[in-house]
C-alpha cells in the first residue's frame, strides 16, 4: 500500500468494516497506519439503524473483529449524521480529547470512503491500496451461501433477528370501480374461496404509492386505470404476521376501470366484477383481513373519484 501523508504522530483511520472478518485490503491498510505511528486510532461508522444490508454488524463485534488482529489501536465509533458538517465537526471533537495539544494528528482514507465527505481541520491522506475487496460484494457472496450447522450460527442469527427494530411493512390496496361507480372489480388467490382487493407490497425503489398501485394492477390484471386516489390506511390482519412483533399496514386507494380486458396473472387465479348492491351487508364474499377495507371503499369512494 502507497502511503501518501508525512509523518504525523497519530494515525487515525475511518471505516465501516462491515465485513465478517478483515480481508487483505483491510489488513494492509491498518498495518501501514500502525507501522506509520505509534498511535493509531480507529473510528467505526455508526449507522443510526442496526442489522442492515450495507450495516449488518454492530459496533461491538466489528470492534472485537478489528481487536483480534490489531490488538495494540484503540477502536471507537463516529455516528452517522444527516448533515457531512455536522458529522465532521463531530469527529474533530473525538479526536480533540483522544489527541494531546502537542500531537500532531492525520485522518486516513481510502478512494471511496469518507475523504469527499470530511470538512474538519484535520489533515486527511488517501491510502492507495494494491488490492481491492468489495465489501458489498463480499456480503452478498456469504447471502448466497447455505446456513452452517453450527450453534454459533444458529446464535448470530437469532441474535440479528433480536437486534432488528420492529417493522411495519407498507402495502397497497386499491378498490377498482367502473365507469358509474355500481360494479367493483375482486381479486381472488390460488386455494382462497373468498376474493380481495387487486395490491401488494411497496417496493422500496418506487417513487410513490401511487406508482405501487399502477404496478400492482398491471402485473395482477393488466389493465389501466385513473389516476389513484388516496383514501385511507389501516392495519392489517394478516395471517403471515398475526404473531409476530412485525405488523403490515396498508394504503387504500381507488380508481375507475379505464381500459383493457381484465386479465388475471401474478399470483392471482381469478378476477371479477362484483355489482355493488348485490355484495352482503356482512362482506361474506371478501377475504376478512380486506372486509373493511372493502367497506371503506364503497362507502367513500363515490366522494374521491
Known sequence: MKLKADAYDVGIVVGRFQVPELHDAHLDLIQTVCDNHDKVIIFLGLAPVMVTRENPLDFEARKQMILEAFPQVNVLYVEDQASDEVWSKKLDNQISRLVHPNQTSVIYGSRDSFIAHYSGKYPVAELVSDTYVSGTEARKRISSRSAKATADFRAGVVWASQAM???????????????????????????????????????????????????????????????PKYLCSMLVDDWRYRREVDKIKTLLFVAKYRSGRPTPDDDILELKWFDISSLSTELTEIRPEHRELVAKAVALAPTTI
Not at 388467490?189 to 400492482?216: C, H, M, Q, W
Open 165 to 227: 427494530f420492529p417493522k411495519c411493512y407498507a402495502t397497497v390496496d386499491v378498490a377498482i370501480f367502473d365507469e358509474d361507480g355500481e360494479r367493483i372489480l375482486l381479486a381472488r388467490k390460488e386455494n382462497e374461496t373468498e376474493y380481495r382487493l387487486i395490491g401488494g407490497f411497496s417496493d422500496p425503489g418506487s417513487p410513490s404509492y401511487e406508482a405501487d398501485v399502477r404496478r400492482e394492477v398491471s402485473e395482477e390484471a393488466h389493465i389501466d386505470i385513473t389516476d
